[in-house]
């Protein structure tokens, strides 16, 4: 076998390769454009795509593709040959700087909110180069942003590259006022852990639920879930272990540092976690694993599940963001430093986080809200849908100190002075210690731990990046005009923790007790997609949002719409599938199965006068069950029906809320009693043992 450090990004024009095959006089100006944003010449382009198509021919690829991330939240491709005809009626390989800096895929048919007209619906990618290229089946994929003619959006990754940008614009300001002239950039970081779920394939093709809609609609729970604990970091199956180590390679192939692999809590449910990276190439990154993550489970005869909720009653699944923001010096901001004066600007840091997390609760709810993630957010396995953050007692302790202006620890005697005093060692363990909490500090960064499995870490970085830009603005705007710097940064850090410190909390987050202190503390709680959506119109984020240059106001009002879209639509076709599994699948099984066992009864009963009392009693209850799921069904389709009348999109969400989801739970309801007292052969789909303890 290949060594790993030999084929590790084999498959990804980066750094090396650029250097290898770019004149020194690109490859700079190249470079400067990667680390800098300075624009790029077309003349680069064309050295840079010549390059690019050379090496990925000599790889065997045919094709290029602009790769984008559209609203639907999966990636798109359209590909493209790189033939040319030549005048001898052959052909030659061709990719011009022009091709790769720009595409237009004709994507009339992506989500748009209403911001493109269908008469101008060709929105255009553009290349995004501090992603790198790579080959995928034989295709050179190009990361690129998406936008529209006009230049709006359409995409995940224009508003993130937005939004990194003001965050570094920001942060620049703030790091002068305490004499860092040597900083040219600020970028922040992000390591998402990836949770997933593995099922048989035969198993899968089984269920029209897993098929249409990633998650399962019926199930009664089996004689065993996860209250055993044992599957948690648990000993891996050979056949998952197999599908692990194949989906490692190829990963490993397009570059991406997968690093941690582990059995999850839920049977059947894993883990994978790279090593972090810039947020838009994590953020590329992940879209990619996920992709793979899914294709590599077929080879096994797998299928992964990256749903938020697959089956319920036992865990779902959810990604952690674990973020941070460094310097291109090499200096990790949310890091406590060694000297008073790296800790002073931690603090700062610190407390811009603080405020920022505060101040937009809603737009960090909003960011992870879909239809799949509200089933976990609250439910006793993922943090509640309150916002809150989780800072460790120490830390904690110093925070008081300084708001209190009284001494920190056991044996100081003098109050905490910034810019003077050192900040204790803290220990990680401390700090990394309670995983209830949606946004916990672990020493030096923050995990942001609500997204779910399946979403783009791109919205929750967007919104986050945003936020902490906007605090850290009003933070320079009133350093840059103090007297006394010192005395100036002790005032604000004091007001902000006193402000802002209802957002930190220690305890349990899956408390109950929890959940009414948080309101107590006025603390939002956004429970679903359609409470929280909404807010991103609110004045105060518009305002934030517009200011920074991260969305338009257009923009922001087509995102509500879109994503409301998505989880009107997404919940619709649950309900369309529950329908066709009752009507199709279950009622006629259940039906069956108590005809059989009646007619048992009445050759039992010709034959010999038997009591038959067993059979009698299915049947009752069955028959019983049977009209209760029929009419449950018939609501159901009644709730459908209605939900087509209703325009308005805001209206829309809050019927599926209020009327449609709570439809299902009941139609679900009485079909699980109903597998619990049905012959398993007479079941229509493979249960949740099978499911979840097949592979
Ligand atoms: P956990 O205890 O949550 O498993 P780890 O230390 O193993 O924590 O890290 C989890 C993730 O956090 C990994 O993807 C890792 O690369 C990432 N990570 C570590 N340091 C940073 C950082 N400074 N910024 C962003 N992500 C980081
Ligand atoms: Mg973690």
Redesign the pocket.
């Given at each position: 076998m290949e060594k790993v450090t030999e084929f590790f990004g084999s498959m990804v024009f980066d750094d090396r390769i650029m250097k290898a095959t770019l004149s020194e006089k690109v490859y700079k100006s190249l470079k400067r454009t990667i680390d800098r944003g300075t624009p790029l010449d077309i003349s680069v382009a064309n050295a840079v795509a010549a390059a690019m198509k050379d090496w990925a021919v000599e790889k065997g690829a045919t094709h290029y593709t602009h790769w984008f991330q559209p609203m639907t939240g999966v990636t798109a491709e359209k590909h493209d040959s790189f033939i040319s005809p030549a005048p001898d009626g052959r052909v030659i390989m061709e990719f011009s700087g022009k091709e790769l800096v720009k595409g237009e895929p004709d994507a009339s048919s992506f989500p748009s909110g209403g911001l493109r007209a269908t008469f101008e619906a060709r929105g255009y990618t553009a290349w995004d180069p501090t992603s790198y290229a790579f080959i995928k089946d034989g295709t050179l994929y190009i990361p690129t942003a998406f936008c529209s003619y006009t230049g709006e959006a359409l995409d995940k990754k224009v508003p993130l590259l937005r939004s990194m940008e003001a965050l570094n614009r920001q942060a620049l300001r703030v790091l002068k006022l305490f004499g860092n002239d040597a900083v040219r950039s600020v970028k922040t970081?992000?390591?998402?852990?990836q949770e997933y779920f593995l099922v048989d394939r035969e198993l899968w093709k089984k269920r029209k639920d897993l098929i249409m809609t990633g998650r399962t609609l019926f199930g009664a729970l089996p004689p065993k879930g996860q209250e055993m604990e044992d599957h948690y970091f648990g000993s891996i199956k050979p056949r998952v272990a197999e599908y692990m180590a194949d989906l490692d390679n190829e990963l490993w192939k397009l570059g991406i540092l997968a690093?941690?692999k582990h059995n999850e809590v839920a049977p059947a449910q894993h883990e994978l976690?790279?090593?972090?990276k810039t947020t838009n190439i994590a953020a590329d990154h992940n879209q990619l694993t996920m992709e793979v993550m899914q294709k590599v489970a077929l080879r096994h005869g797998l299928v992964c599940l990256l749903h938020e909720k697959p089956f319920a009653g036992v865990n779902g699944s959810g990604k952690?963001n674990?973020?941070?923001i460094s310097t291109d010096t090499g200096v990790?901001l949310l890091s406590p430093g060694e000297t008073p004066h790296e800790n002073a600007q931690f603090l700062l840091f610190l407390a811009a986080v603080i405020k920022a997390v505060d101040d937009y609760q809603d737009l960090l709810r909003l960011s992870v809200a879909t239809a799949g993630n509200d089933h976990r957010l609250g439910a006793n396995e993922a943090p509640p849908a309150v916002i809150s953050i989780f800072l460790g007692d120490e830390l904690t302790a110093v925070l008081e100190a300084i708001e209190n202006d009284t001494p920190y620890g056991g044996t100081a005697k003098e109050k905490m002075q910034l810019g003077v005093d050192v900040l204790p060692q803290f220990s990680k363990d401390t700090t990394?210690r309670n995983r209830t909490s949606p946004f916990a500090f672990?020493g030096?960064?923050f995990?942001f731990r609500m997204l779910g499995s399946s979403n783009s870490i791109s919205c929750a970085n967007i919104h986050l990046n945003a936020a902490v830009a906007e605090v850290l603005k009003q933070f320079a705007d009133e350093l840059e005009g103090a007297d006394d710097f010192n005395a100036a940064l002790h005032e604000l850090i004091k007001r902000t923790i006193k402000d802002h410190k209802r957002i930190i909390f220690n305890g349990n987050g899956y408390d109950e007790a929890w959940i009414a202190e948080a309101e107590k503390r006025g603390l939002l709680n956004l429970k679903t997609t359609a409470d929280a959506m909404p807010k991103i119109c609110d004045k105060k984020n518009v305002d934030m949002l517009t200011s920074h240059g991260i969305f338009t106001e257009a923009e922001i009002f087509s995102r509500r719409d879109i994503m409301l879209d998505n989880y009107i639509k997404q919940v619709n076709i649950e309900a369309l599938t529950m329908i066709d599994m009752s009507r199709k699948e279950i009622l006629p099984a259940i039906a069956k199965f108590a005809a059989d066992t009646a007619s048992d009864v009445s050759v039992k009963k010709s034959v010999a006068s038997v009591e038959c009392s067993y059979e009698t009693r299915i049947i009752e209850k069955l028959s019983e069950l049977v009209d209760e799921l029929d009419l449950a069904t018939t609501e159901l389709e009644g709730a459908v029906n209605e939900l087509k009348d209703i325009d308005v999109i805001v209206t829309a969400s809050e019927f599926v809320r209020d009327t449609i989801l709570p439809a299902m739970d009941k139609l679900r309801e009485s079909a699980d009693k109903a597998e619990a007292l049905t012959a398993e052969s007479y079941w229509p789909f493979p249960a949740y043992d099978k499911l979840l303890f097949g592979v």
């Open positions: 970081s992000v390591g998402p852990e690093k941690t976690a790279p090593i972090y952690h674990n973020w941070s990790n990394d672990t030096n960064k995990e």
